[in-house]
């Protein structure tokens, strides 16, 4: 359905998804990797130091999986003689428009992975402004090895998701670390407790994601009154504690997204 893809760049969640699809079935030998280093890629991927010329190569899918800050890399005659039927960007923070400008691409779809992707448990957004249905099926039916997909309507919230999916893993370990040390503080051997915070968070997110009521409730039912549950809880609720530490986190993220979309949307002209 996707045809021969071309992925520009293949770094730590490129590598990710890729290695996912292809223990999902998908032929290594449809694929083509563009990596300046030539990076060692999985048996039957073919690797290339530079952009092929579209004379002479052709791809249905093309996926911009390199860093923001390489866009410019990509404002070249070459690539804009590119004409693929669907263009897949997991650039953060660089928008449609942007995108729109690099090549003759027939449909652009925007996507926001996260890194559990690689063990299929990750979460995929994706936005496109375009109606054919046929590039939209493409890319989720792409995706959909990948994890949960939800396709965002409005590309003005895609800096709010990438702070939550996207960079949320980031801050769930940073979590599960804070909860290990926190009970090294209490007495446990370093490593018992790395073990037990992870258990632990292993176990609730699976729990949660099977409930038929939200987190919040189940926190509560597992908070009996007067119990020790109930007391860490009156820390992380007091003032809204723990909501207001996360709004910070997710804001200064969603910032920092809207800062690289600026930038994109600055440097207009392909050179």
Same mark, same amino acid.
């Given at each position: 359905?996707?045809?021969r893809?071309?992925?520009?760049g /293949? ?8 290695a ?6 998908l032929s290594p ?12 890629m999985p &048996?039957?991927?073919?690797v290339?130091?530079a952009?092929?010329? &579209?004379?002479?190569f ?8 390199l860093?923001?800050q390489?866009?410019?890399?990509l404002?070249?005659p $070459?690539f804009?003689r590119?004409? #693929?039927k ?15 400008r690099?090549?003759q691409?027939q449909?652009?779809?925007r996507?926001m ?12 957004a994706?936005?496109?402004?375009t109606?054919?249905g046929?590039?939209?099926?493409? @890319?989720e039916?792409?995706?959909? #090895?990948?994890g949960?997909v ?8 895609f ?5 939550l999916?996207? /960079?949320? &893993?980031?801050?769930?370990f940073?979590? @599960? ?5 926190a009970g090294q ?7 018992q407790? @790395?073990?037990l ?11 949660a ?5 939200? &987190?919040? $409730?189940?926190a509560d039912r597992v @908070?009996?009154p007067?119990?020790?549950?109930r007391?860490?809880?009156?820390v ?8 207001t530490?996360?709004?910070r ?5 969603a910032q920092?997204n809207?800062?690289?979309a600026?930038?994109?949307?600055d440097?207009r002209a392909?050179?």
């Open positions: 359905m996707t045809g893809i071309l992925m520009i /293949c770094g730590n969640m490129g590598g990710a998804m890729l996912r699809w292809l223990a999902d079935g030998d449809s694929v083509t990797v563009v990596s300046p280093s030539l990076r060692v &048996p039957g991927v073919h290339v130091a952009l092929p010329d &579209p004379d002479d052709s791809a249905e899918t093309v996926m911009l999986a860093k923001p390489q866009l410019g890399a404002k070249t $070459v804009a590119y004409a #693929p669907l263009l897949i960007s997991i650039l953060a923070g660089v928008e449609i428009a942007a995108l729109d690099l090549s691409a449909a652009v779809v996507a992975p996260n890194l559990p992707v690689a063990i299929g448990r990750g979460v995929v994706l936005h496109g402004a109606d054919d046929a590039a939209r099926a493409t @890319a039916a792409l995706m959909t #090895p990948l949960l939800e396709w965002i309507a409005a590309e003005a919230q800096d709010a998701v990438t702070a999916a996207g /960079c949320g &893993p980031g801050f769930v940073r979590f @599960a670390d804070a909860l290990a040390k503080a209490l007495g446990l051997p370093a490593d407790a @790395a073990r915070a992870l258990a632990t968070l292993e176990g609730s997110s699976r729990m994601g099977s409930a038929d009521v939200s &987190p919040a $409730v189940l @908070a009996s007067g119990g020790s549950t007391e860490g809880l009156n992380l609720d007091d003032g809204d504690a723990l909501v530490l996360m709004t986190t997710l804001a200064a993220s920092r809207a800062e690289m600026a930038n994109a949307r440097d392909p050179r």
